[in-house]
């Protein structure tokens, strides 16, 4: 009950095209979805995050579409470009132990030219 | 300059032996965090502090041990008991225990020899 699902595993997307990567989660608590970006090497920086009373949220190319009734949420890159190859993690956390951040597997996106 | 740091970058060890590495912050953050990451299964939590002088075991703690004497600092000891230690290591940080982002450093790399 503790998991976040992640897919796809890898993701090639050619250059202005959307990035799609989806999310699924089982607890009903949790209240705080981020999204990071990690590029090789580095560690993950926050890129954009949605709490549950909102469907979706927007910042810049990343947009995130927020399901509740589903416990589903996924990011799309609008506009993708070779600069946002990395791997992406979404993950989960609960106001009641923010300690506690769950991370889904990720998702290695390249984007080609 | 604000952030996390962590050295070395890359650390080899042989087996059987001990080794330390090292996460300092100047965020003025309470809450400091050390994950695991391996290919393809998202970030792990071994130990998290919420205050000086006080830390608590994550989902992998075993093989592990940590202490928090500084604000500023939280150094990860890999013991010879930790059994597959070879991995990505990962120190974050956040302003306080309820505080639901977490700022990562850029990693350590252990490879056991």
């Known amino acids: 009950q503790q998991q976040v699902k992640q897919s796809p595993q890898s993701l090639i997307v050619q250059k202005g095209g959307i990035s799609i990567i989806n999310c699924a989660y089982e607890?009903?608590?949790?209240?705080?979805f981020p999204w990071y970006q990690q590029f090789p090497g580095k560690g993950p920086a926050l890129l954009i995050a949605?709490?549950?009373?909102?469907s979706e949220k927007k910042e810049g190319r990343f947009t995130i579409s927020f399901n509740k009734s589903a416990k589903q949420f996924s990011l799309h890159i609008m506009d993708s470009q070779p600069g946002d190859s990395a791997t992406y993690f979404c993950?989960?956390?609960?106001?009641?132990?923010?300690?506690?951040?769950?991370f889904g597997p990720g998702t290695s996106l390249s984007v080609i030219p | 300059d604000g952030g996390i740091t962590q050295s070395p970058k890359y650390l080899f060890r042989k087996e059987g032996q001990n080794v330390t590495l090292s996460c300092e912050q100047n965020?003025?953050?309470?809450?400091m965090y050390w994950y695991r990451q391996d290919p393809g299964q998202g970030l792990r939590l071994i130990y998290y502090?919420?205050?000086?002088?006080?830390?608590q075991k994550g989902d992998i703690a075993e093989g592990y041990s940590v202490s928090r004497e500084k604000k500023e600092s939280f150094p990860l000891t890999v013991t010879s008991a930790q059994k597959n230690p070879t991995a990505f290591y990962l120190c974050?940080?956040?302003?306080?225990?309820?505080?639901?982002?977490?700022?990562f450093g850029p990693g350590t790399r252990l490879t056991v020899l």
């Open positions: 502090s919420q205050i000086v002088n006080d830390f």
């Open positions: 965020l003025n953050h309470d809450a």
């Open positions: 974050a940080s956040a302003q306080g225990p309820r505080t639901d982002t977490q700022y």
């Open positions: 949605i709490r549950p009373d909102v």
């Open positions: 993950a989960a956390s609960m106001k009641t132990s923010y300690d506690k951040v769950i």
């Open positions: 607890n009903t608590a949790f209240d705080y």
